[in-house]
């Protein structure tokens, strides 16, 4: 099966610096690549995803970018603030209602200090 | 839309007690999936249904047996709850034209 492996475990910033988490992937069939947020005491929650075919995607403060030669993908977050504090999962699939099994990585506890 | 909701929120079981995690989506979605996540560990599947009336093994599937009820409905079932299975379980759902998964707000379970 797939292995995702994603660091760093935990992560301090400043608000208003950038957090970059990285995961890499083993099977070269995954194409599909979300991430998710979760905060404490609730289910995570989807803020950005990115297939195969594409090697960057943005939306406003947050960007994943995709290497898929190295098979590696990177959450990026600009301008930090205090609410971005959360766990961070990355999770691999090779997509399809019957192929589309998750693998998760195991997180990255962001924390921004205000 | 409530999305999908799980009951109940926390649960604590005795060694050998059983129980059924209850799990419904409003969204029409036809696939639907339970996770198990431990600290330091991410989530892991334990089983998926792609489609009412099926349902497949995930990552870590022993010890529990599920139940498609219906489109709306997945179940997780501990037949003997060892404390191996302390731990906090999340259902999603997708719909078959996407990859996308929405997950509920998750049960804790504790077993002593």
């Known amino acids: 099966g797939e292995n995702v492996e994603q660091h760093p475990s935990t992560l301090s910033v400043q608000e208003g610096d950038s957090a970059v988490i990285k995961c890499t992937y083993s099977d070269s069939a995954s194409n599909y690549f979300p991430w998710y947020k979760q905060e404490l005491g609730k289910g995570p929650q989807l803020i950005i995803d990115i297939r195969s075919n594409v090697g960057e995607k943005k939306d406003q403060r947050i960007a994943v970018t995709l290497n898929k030669t190295a098979k590696h993908f990177s959450l990026h977050i600009t301008e930090t603030q205090p609410e971005d504090s959360a766990v961070y999962f990355c999770a691999a699939s090779k997509g399809g209602s019957t192929l589309g099994r998750l693998y998760f990585g195991r997180g990255t506890q962001l924390t921004v200090w205000p | 839309n409530a999305g999908v909701t799980q009951t109940p929120k926390f649960q604590v079981l005795k060694t050998g007690q059983s129980m059924t995690l209850q799990c419904a989506q409003d969204?029409?979605?036809?696939?639907m999936y339970w996770y198990r996540q431990d600290p330091g560990m991410g989530l892991r599947l334990i089983y998926y249904s792609a489609s009412e009336g099926t349902t497949d093994k995930g990552e870590v599937p022993n010890g529990y047996n599920v139940s498609r009820l219906n489109k709306r409905e997945f179940s997780l079932r501990l037949e003997s709850a060892a404390p191996s299975q302390t731990s906090v379980y999340f259902c999603a759902s997708s719909d078959s034209g996407t990859d996308t998964q929405y997950f509920g707000p998750g049960t804790r379970l504790t077993v002593l």
């Open positions: 969204m029409n979605h036809n696939s």
